[in-house]
């Protein structure tokens, strides 16, 4: 124990000799801090499917839209500031996801899937937007990845299948029904 | 306070607010907007359809038009999205044989229709926009449709007769097809 005290208390005593005799020297000392900042960066593909053409509408009966929509999201974040990448689908106005000529379909006849996400069975697009991403009852949460020191630059690509659920809805009037489905990636 | 842990301090709380303010900017940071065009399209589509497939006369009588068959309800429905008028058309095919019992045969001429109790025309009208047959047709209705009304239906009642004034059958069974067609113009 003596032995070990020894070795501890002499450095301790080196280190305020070597401070004395600083101040000595100088007078004053300057600590400058250095600090860089790597921005953090999100990128949003759509690989394919960017344009969905459903050609015949059934009424009362699901229908699906022909191909997989194909999102490559990508990321470089800090993983000490951000605790999650949460990919967002999401209709402007919820009650006109697609406008036709006298008719609206809303956005909960809208469905999305995504099995490697978390609406792994087709879920309708009428959730809340997630922070600053979204809109009140017409989003729908795709994924939700938690960032950490292994992911921190990472990428990853997911398929959405979309349909559109007239299940019990009115008869749609003949025509075209046009709508734009927005795609974005926000942190939390 | 010694100058130098004065100095420290001070460094180290900007760093700290330089730190601080790095995490604020990285929660809620978004990405681009990426769009997918949606579109759907629901065809035009007319129909007819009857509640019943078979229309019979029990007995016919010779030289009479009361030769009433039993009655069909028709029901026409449209979803469009162009044209003025959604006609219903009943036909037959060969205008000489509308009902048959082997060689003998009663013409579309001695067959009448009517919907809604109206007056029974016989089935002798040239076809309608392309739809039935010269000489065998006759038009039951046509209504005129804009873009207020290219969604709609309507529901009428056949009435179907032989008109054998002047005729007489032989005895058997006369069989025969009314075909029934709406057209939109």
Redesign the interface.
């Known amino acids: 124990m003596m032995r070990y005290s020894r070795f501890v208390l002499t450095p301790v005593a080196l280190s305020v000799i070597l401070t004395l005799g600083a101040r000595e020297l100088s007078g004053q000392a300057r600590i400058i801090s250095l600090a860089a900042t790597s921005p953090a960066d999100l990128g949003l593909v759509v690989t394919s499917g960017a344009v969905q053409t459903l050609a015949g509408v059934t009424d009362n009966a699901v229908n699906n839209f022909p191909s997989p929509v194909v999102i490559q999201t990508t990321w470089s974040v800090n993983p000490g500031q951000t605790n999650t990448v949460n990919l967002v689908a999401y209709f402007a106005v919820p009650a006109q996801a697609l406008v036709g000529l006298t008719t609206q379909i809303p956005s909960s006849r809208i469905l999305g899937r995504m099995t490697t996400g978390i609406p792994t069975t087709f879920s309708a697009v009428t959730q809340n937007g997630i922070g600053g991403a979204g809109t009140a009852g017409g989003s729908l949460r795709l994924y939700s990845v938690v960032v950490n020191g292994g992911n921190k630059n990472s990428s990853r690509t997911d398929n959405l299948d979309l349909q559109l659920d007239l299940v019990g809805f009115p008869a749609l009037p003949a025509g075209v029904y046009a709508g734009v489905l927005n795609l974005r990636v926000i942190t939390q | 306070m010694h ?2 842990f004065k ?2 301090l ?3 709380a ?2 700290l607010l ?2 601080s303010s ?2 604020v ?21 007319l129909t007819v359809s009857a509640n019943v497939a078979t229309a019979t006369l029990a007995s016919i009588t010779d030289n009479s038009n009361a030769n009433n068959f039993t009655p069909v309800s028709l029901t026409t429905a449209w ?3 162009a044209g003025s008028s959604v006609s219903l058309i009943g036909w037959f095919a060969t205008p000489a044989q509308a009902l048959a019992n082997g060689t003998d045969l009663i013409p579309s001429s001695k067959v009448e229709g009517r919907v809604n109790a109206a007056g029974f025309s016989p089935f002798t009208s040239a076809a309608v926009g392309g739809v039935g047959v010269a000489g065998g047709s006759l038009q039951f209705f046509s209504q005129s449709v804009s873009a207020g009304s ?2 709609g239906s309507r529901n009428d009642q056949l009435d179907l007769r032989l008109n054998l004034a002047g005729t007489t059958t032989m005895a058997g069974d006369y069989t025969g097809t009314l075909n029934l067609q709406a057209v939109v113009q």
């Open positions: 100058p130098v100095n420290a001070i460094g180290t900007a760093l330089v730190t790095s995490a900017a990285q929660i809620g940071l978004t990405s681009n907007v990426a769009t997918v065009a949606l579109t759907a399209t629901k065809s035009p589509t979803n469009l999205t290219y969604f």
